[in-house]
């Protein structure tokens, strides 16, 4: 009865049962839709709460929504199976997201406890998950027991955070809590070495979690081009209008050439698992700004004001610079770009950077030339 009853609800699978060539399954392509009106919802806040709190706000939100992706996305890869426990699970915790989506616009204007309680429900789901994930499999406990207690103290400062005395305190429980959920994993490196090592499991991102932060990419870039759209809808009327428009969707393109070229069909890996966590580090990064630049495109088309442009400017040079970061080291790549490539970017970050002189339609141009430019450049010299 009880092997029956397994086989009907299944397992997580263990971390060394590995799936050669795994393809991303329809459950983790819907379950990355929910992530679309997120990232909008970003935009949307960030341009009505555009201030230091709100920037703040903004990556805040960022990091603790990513965080709940990352995890999910290794425990599909580490553990995912077909079965019906992880349909459920899987599907519970996007009702979850959803929720804790709601209470953004209140966490922008300085109410946090709705999306304490929500994101709260939605983590414990997958720290559930890696729970069982050890009880099946005793030896995974090196890496998972750790995890799970480091993730439960912060859980206790993040709920304890509602009854804080100010809201300072409270501000202040709520990012420490989230740094120690970002941060959990890569302090435990050493854990992960041991029980890689003592498994014989490769230290690498494999091409299926690769996927998904094209993925996530592509939501995002999504995003950009539907606001451009959306501003274009709204105002149409002069020349110059479909000259912006022109200009914006420029820069859009450009930057999904240079990404895809470049992180398409690459190899990472690494001899321990830090560079692995940092190589995920980086894009986490990467991926906030791209959001950021949607956001300042938008504004920049919108308003016309210099503290756009020049946001602009500072969110496209952060992005070659994150591109860079990620196909350079040796650390984790088997094939790292060549230095004339290195050389290029590093010139096309100057030329973003001098732009912050010249009036603002004349610097968006060069932005497009640089960055079509440069995905034009890493597509015909592809290795």
């Known amino acids: 009865m009880s092997t029956q009853q397994k086989d009907w609800w299944g397992a997580p699978r263990t971390i060394t049962n590995t799936i050669a060539n795994r393809k991303i399954s329809w459950l983790e392509l819907f379950s990355d839709l929910i992530y679309v009106v997120i990232i909008h ?9 555009f201030s230091l709190q709100g920037f703040i706000t903004f990556w ?31 599907l519970l915790q996007i009702v979850a997201v959803a929720i804790t989506a709601t209470f953004t616009t209140d966490v922008f204007a300085g109410h946090y406890t709705g999306f304490i309680l929500a994101y709260s429900f939605n983590q414990l789901i997958y720290m559930y998950l890696y729970l069982q994930t050890m009880i099946s499999d005793p ?19 993040f709920i304890g955070s509602i009854w804080a005395p100010t809201p300072v305190w ?23 070495d041991a029980e890689f090592n003592r498994r014989h499991i490769p230290f690498n991102v494999n091409p299926a979690i690769l996927e998904r932060y094209g993925l996530f990419t592509m939501i995002v870039l999504g995003e950009s081009l539907a606001d451009i759209i959306e501003r274009m809808a709204e105002a149409h009327t002069h020349l110059a209008d479909y000259n912006h ?5 420029l820069c859009v393109i450009g930057t999904w050439m240079i990404y895809f070229t470049l ?18 580090g980086i894009h986490r990064f990467l991926i906030a700004c791209l959001t950021l630049q949607s956001f300042f495109i938008s504004q920049t088309l919108t308003t016309g004001k210099p503290v756009y442009y020049h946001g ?7 992005i070659l610079l994150a591109l860079l970061t990620l196909t350079r080291p040796a650390l984790f790549n088997v094939h790292p770009l060549p230095k004339a490539k290195v050389v290029t970017f590093v010139i096309g970050i100057g ?23 440069l995905g034009v450049y890493t597509w015909i010299d592809k290795d």
């Open 60 to 90: 805040v939100l960022f990091l603790f929504f990513f965080n709940t992706w990352t995890n999910m996305v290794l425990y599909f890869d580490l553990h995912g199976v077909p079965n019906l426990r992880n349909t459920c699970f899987s």
């Open 41 to 49: 919802s970003f935009v949307e806040n960030l341009s009505e709460h």
């Open 139 to 157: 030896l995974h406990g090196t890496t998972a027991r750790p995890f799970l207690i480091s993730y439960t103290f912060g859980e206790l400062l």
């Open 263 to 280: 992180m398409d069909e690459r190899t990472i890996e690494a001899k321990r698992y830090w560079p692995v966590s940092l190589f995920r």
């Open 245 to 249: 428009f022109v200009l914006a969707l």
């Open 312 to 318: 602009l400017l500072i969110v496209c040079a952060l």
């Open 170 to 192: 409270q501000q202040g429980l709520i990012i420490f809590s989230l740094l120690i959920f970002v941060s959990t994993v890569m302090f435990e490196s050493k854990n992960f």
């Open 351 to 373: 030329l973003i950077g001098l732009m912050s002189v010249v009036p603002t339609y004349l610097g968006l141009f060069v932005v497009d030339f640089v960055f079509v430019g």
